[in-house]
Each structure stands twice: as structure tokens, then as C-alpha cells.
């Protein structure tokens, strides 16, 4: 019997699995997927605070980002600069691979080719049911489990834990460019409704082209490929599309008997942008820490784990509120609204003003976010909204 086993394999799981074999814990990694660092519907941006804080190795990095430029609905344009890089363009695939063969530098065993069917919580143990259905069943037992499927995992609701109710779904292609140097970010509700587009160089002449929405993201997708086309930005919008479920809240509770969640299965993800990242890698280490201490104690009850919820919600649940917050704030706007709002950014110096603020961070946008709506330039405008209640009230 292991000690842990952590369903899935990809970074998040593969960084819980990383600290608790350092502990001294025998664990095994369940993953689906037949290899390990392959394709991933990301576009793969972290803070370089993310790059430090986990030690990425240089050699995962595309780019590094100091620069976006930012465009309304009528293609106004604030363009966020900074000497210091902010953020880093990574190969997703290989940052995968990375975390992988570091656990298993540690001793961690990895099966593949290994979809979890089911999850048996006993009083001694966890006994998890792997296979492809028609070919028979494989079971392994250990004394706690760790679900880092990615979002939408059936596991989770079996588990008793529920559900993410509040989701969007991300589209993205990899594409030829021309000229495209630095991150682009294209705003409006005809182009992504309630949400984003982007286009991110990351090899020279290849970028990743994509946005977030609630439905018919490849309909939008391809317009906006249409529409770069016809600029020169890029060379052909005959691509391969992605499609990955991005979920905009976390789940109400993220811990039972000997089980806990982690990562964008969890729902740990920046609600503004839908990056999950940073976030599932630091809950990753939540986890383990909580983790590693009910199994010396050898209490895995669901009373003794819950410290997990109540660490990682201290860490991130404020900027979790804040920016669900700030999402449906942006939702309630026009496009002419947003318009609005750039011209008064750039005729009361607010971007020359955000762009000197030593809290402004590519992963905590909670006081930027207050500091916009609070701002006296922007006031009268987002107060004509009927926004919703802030967050705690």
C-alpha cells in the first residue's frame, strides 16, 4: 500500500507528489494520459515571482514578457510597459515533463495510460479503481489520495465535494506570425463576450492565438483569426483548434476523509484571466505540508485535513473574491464602455500611474482592481453601472 496517491500527473499533481516523497513518502502518480509533457490548451504565461518562487529551470522559458499591449473594442491601444521582465512565456509541455521527472527523481512512481474510474474512501485507506473500460480493471490502495485531475473531473462530485458551478471555455491555436513581437491583448464583448482575447509570441514567427468565453469559442476564435489575417499578423487562420474548460470559482469545500483537491480541479484559479498555474502550485505545497502532517499523525480524517481548506483559502481567498468580483463587473460592460474607460486612462495619466505602483503584479490583482474602481478619473463612469455587491458585503 503507498502512503499517496496523486490523480494526475501534470504539474500540479506532480509538485504534491514531489514534496510528500521528500517527506519520506512512498507515492504513486495516476495519470491518464499515455506520456508524460504532452499537448496542453494553455498559452503558458507565469510571473517571473512564479519562476522564482519553483525554481524553473531557464531552459523552459520561450520568452520573458515586459511588455502588452492592450486593445479596446475600436482598437485604442494602452500599451503596459516595464523595465524589469513580468512575466515569462513557457513551454508548456516541457514545464510538465520538468516537474514530472523531478518527482520521480524522488522516487515517485508514475501509470500511465490510467484513467481513474472510481474512488472507495475506506476506514483505513483509499482504494482507487484504474483502466480503459473492456480491457479490466487495475486497483491501488494507499492510505490518502490527491485529486489534481484538471476541471471538470466527475471524481470530485462522486467524492461528495460538489461542484465548480461557474465556468468558461478557452479556445487557442498555434499560429505563424508576421511582426508580432510582444504579448496582445484584444478586449470587447462582440470579440469575447465577458472576457479576453490574446495573441503571444512565443518561438520566433509562432504565437499562440486564443480567448476565453461561455459558448461558441470556436466561432469567435476564428473571426479573430479572420481579422489578424487580414492585418498581416498572422499568415493563415487554417489551424488546429484546442478546447480546455477554465473554471472562474473555487469549490466550496476541497477536502474529505483522507482525500483532498488541488489545482483547477480544486478551482484555484485567477478568475480575471483564467490562469491556474501559480495558484495550483502554491496550493500544491499547501497540500503537502497539511498532507505530510495527518500522515505522521496518522489522522487523515476530514477534521484533521481541514486545516488544507483553511491555509490555501488564508493565501488566495481574498484575490479569489476580488477578481470574481471584477469579472462580472467587466461582464455588465458595453463596448462603448470600455472605450470610455481607455480614453480617461490615458487622458488622467491612470496606465503611466498603474505602471509605477509597486503593487502591481501579473499574479495579485485584488489592489489594482480596488484602486481602478476607487480611482476619482473612473468613478463616475463604473458608478452608472449597476455593479455587484463587493466582495464580503
Same mark, same amino acid.
Given at each position: 500500500m503507498y502512503d499517496i496517491a496523486v490523480i494526475g500527473g501534470g504539474p500540479i499533481g506532480s509538485r504534491v507528489a514531489y514534496r510528500l516523497a521528500g517527506m519520506g513518502y512512498d507515492? !504513486?502518480?495516476?495519470?491518464?494520459?499515455?506520456?508524460?509533457?504532452?499537448?496542453?490548451?494553455?498559452?503558458?504565461?507565469?510571473?517571473?515571482?512564479?519562476?522564482?518562487?519553483?525554481?524553473?529551470?531557464?531552459?523552459?522559458?520561450?520568452?520573458?514578457?515586459?511588455?502588452?499591449?492592450?486593445?479596446?473594442?475600436?482598437?485604442?491601444?494602452?500599451?503596459?510597459?516595464?523595465?524589469?521582465?513580468?512575466?515569462?512565456?513557457?513551454?508548456?509541455?516541457?514545464?510538465?515533463?520538468?516537474?514530472?521527472?523531478?518527482?520521480?527523481?524522488?522516487?515517485?512512481?508514475?501509470?500511465?495510460?490510467?484513467?481513474?474510474?472510481?474512488?472507495?474512501?475506506?476506514?483505513?485507506?483509499?482504494?482507487?479503481?484504474s483502466g480503459h473500460f473492456g480491457v479490466g480493471s487495475d486497483f491501488i490502495q494507499a492510505r490518502a489520495a490527491v485529486v489534481a485531475t484538471g476541471p471538470g473531473s466527475?471524481?470530485?462530485?462522486?467524492?461528495?465535494?460538489?461542484?465548480?458551478?461557474?465556468?468558461?471555455?478557452?479556445?487557442? +491555436?498555434?499560429?505563424?506570425?508576421?511582426?508580432?513581437?510582444? !504579448?496582445?491583448?484584444?478586449?470587447?464583448?462582440?470579440? +469575447?463576450p465577458e472576457f479576453f482575447a490574446w495573441l503571444v509570441p512565443t518561438s520566433p514567427n509562432r504565437?499562440?492565438?486564443?480567448?476565453?468565453?461561455?459558448?461558441?469559442?470556436?466561432?469567435?476564435?476564428?473571426?479573430?483569426?479572420?481579422?489578424?489575417?487580414?492585418?498581416?499578423?498572422?499568415?493563415?487562420?487554417e489551424v488546429e483548434l484546442s478546447f480546455a474548460g477554465v473554471p472562474l470559482g473555487p469549490l466550496a469545500k476541497t477536502f474529505?476523509?483522507?482525500? !483532498?483537491?488541488?489545482?483547477?480541479?480544486?478551482?484555484?484559479?485567477?478568475?480575471t484571466t483564467g490562469g491556474g498555474i501559480y495558484y495550483g502550485l502554491l496550493c500544491a505545497d499547501i497540500a503537502a505540508d497539511n498532507l505530510g502532517r495527518a500522515l505522521e499523525s496518522d489522522d487523515l480524517s476530514a477534521k484533521?485535513?481541514?486545516?488544507?481548506?483553511?491555509?490555501?483559502?488564508?493565501?488566495?481567498?481574498?484575490?479569489?473574491?476580488?477578481?470574481?468580483?471584477?469579472?462580472?463587473?467587466?461582464?455588465?460592460?458595453?463596448?462603448?464602455?470600455?472605450?470610455?474607460?481607455f480614453d480617461i486612462m490615458k487622458s488622467s495619466g491612470i496606465d503611466e500611474e498603474l505602471l509605477k505602483a509597486d503593487d502591481l503584479s501579473f499574479d495579485w490583482h485584488g489592489k489594482v482592481v480596488l484602486k481602478l474602481i476607487g480611482h476619482q478619473a473612473l468613478s463616475r463612469t463604473i458608478k452608472r453601472m449597476r455593479l455587484p455587491f463587493p466582495p464580503g458585503r
Open positions: 507515492t !504513486v502518480v495516476v495519470e491518464q494520459k499515455d506520456r508524460l509533457g504532452g499537448p496542453v490548451c494553455c498559452t503558458g504565461i507565469i510571473s517571473r515571482e512564479c519562476v522564482d518562487h519553483f525554481a524553473i529551470d531557464n531552459n523552459l522559458i520561450f520568452r520573458q514578457a515586459n511588455s502588452a499591449s492592450v486593445f479596446s473594442p475600436s482598437g485604442k491601444l494602452l500599451r503596459l510597459w516595464r523595465q524589469e521582465p513580468q512575466a515569462c512565456i513557457i513551454d508548456r509541455a516541457a514545464f510538465d515533463l520538468a516537474f514530472a521527472n523531478r518527482a520521480q527523481e524522488r522516487g515517485v512512481k508514475y501509470l500511465l495510460n490510467s484513467p481513474v474510474r472510481a474512488i472507495e474512501v475506506r476506514d483505513d485507506s483509499v482504494r482507487i479503481e466527475g471524481l470530485v462530485e462522486e467524492l461528495g465535494l460538489g461542484k465548480v458551478s461557474d465556468f468558461a471555455m478557452g479556445v487557442q +491555436a498555434e499560429v505563424e506570425t508576421s511582426g508580432v513581437e510582444e !504579448v496582445e491583448v484584444y478586449l470587447g464583448q462582440k470579440l +469575447a504565437a499562440l492565438v486564443g480567448l476565453l468565453a461561455r459558448r461558441r469559442t470556436g466561432f469567435y476564435l476564428k473571426r479573430l483569426m479572420a481579422s489578424l489575417a487580414a492585418q498581416g499578423k498572422i499568415i493563415s487562420d474529505t476523509n483522507r482525500i !483532498v483537491v488541488v489545482g483547477s480541479a480544486a478551482g484555484q484559479v485567477k478568475p484533521n485535513l481541514s486545516g488544507y481548506q483553511k491555509d490555501w483559502r488564508k493565501r488566495l481567498g481574498r484575490e479569489l473574491r476580488l477578481g470574481h468580483w471584477s469579472r462580472k463587473i467587466y461582464a455588465l460592460m458595453s463596448d462603448r464602455r470600455i472605450d470610455r474607460i
